[in-house]
């Protein structure tokens, strides 16, 4: 069964500070993805990954993902406030079309 | 503009009433899916459907249905055999390969009283 875990759940951190969320996933899968969702909201797609040592950036945020290692990174650099949100992780079931998600990490940025 | 539209977008009812949210996508994607969110929690597959006329249960199907008759249309029915049904819904349609990536609608919070 696969199984994916992200740590922190929760981040409370300071503006220009950075840090990185976590997703382990228990089997193999090609491909992984990031996404946002702001309080009340949808969620809104960042990244996806399609092969061990895919690196992608958009702004203040980068992903990386090492399939052997069956990791990902969401890698935040100089934090602002409007980053705040819930950052799910996902990943592919090889054998259909099923996503497995994180629990989501919820991320409070503080001026 | 191409995109994914849920309605309504709050919806209430009462217990022991079925209800159908719509869901529709003008992306030409084959899968579409849909989710259950409960606040401050994960999103749990509730159905998907990777064509037309077919469909299949996810983690949580029971008491709820669906039907994918259109391309563009997967309707989700909540009906009166779920027992906790208050929560946000999340309709979502993927591209095809390489990345299968999903695409959300805006979601239909749904709360029975």
């Known amino acids: 069964e696969l199984k994916v875990e992200q740590n922190p759940l929760f981040l409370s951190m300071q503006e220009g500070k950075n840090y990185t969320i976590y997703c382990n996933y228990s089997?193999?899968?090609?491909?992984l993805y990031w996404y946002r969702q702001d309080p009340g909201k949808s969620l809104e797609s960042l990244f996806v990954?399609?092969?061990n040592g895919a690196v992608k950036q958009e702004g203040r945020l980068m992903a990386s993902l090492d399939t052997k290692a069956r990791l990902s990174t969401l890698h935040i650099t100089a934090a602002v406030h409007d980053l705040s949100a819930t950052y799910f992780c996902?990943?592919?079931?090889?054998?259909?079309?099923?996503?497995?998600w994180g629990a989501g990490t919820k991320l409070i940025i503080k001026p | 503009d191409g995109g994914i539209t849920q309605s309504p977008k709050y919806l209430f009812r009462k217990e022991g009433q079925n209800v159908t949210l719509s869901c529709e996508q003008n992306?030409?994607?084959?899968?579409m899916y849909w989710y259950r969110q409960d606040p401050g929690q994960g999103l749990r597959l509730i159905y998907y459907?990777?064509?037309?006329?077919?469909?299949q249960k996810g983690d949580i199907a029971e008491g709820y249905s669906v039907s994918r008759e259109k391309k563009e249309s997967f309707p989700l029915t909540v009906t009166s055999a779920q027992k906790n049904p208050t929560a946000f819904y999340l309709c979502?349609?993927?591209?095809?390969?390489?990345?299968?990536?999903?695409?959300f609608g805006p979601g239909t919070r749904l709360t029975v009283t």
């Open positions: 459907s990777q064509i037309v006329n077919d469909f």
């Open positions: 089997t193999t899968s090609d491909r």
């Open positions: 992306l030409n994607h084959d899968a």
């Open positions: 990954l399609l092969s």
């Open positions: 996902a990943v592919r079931m090889d054998s259909n079309y099923q996503l497995i």
């Open positions: 979502a349609s993927s591209i095809a390969a390489p990345s299968y990536e999903q695409y």
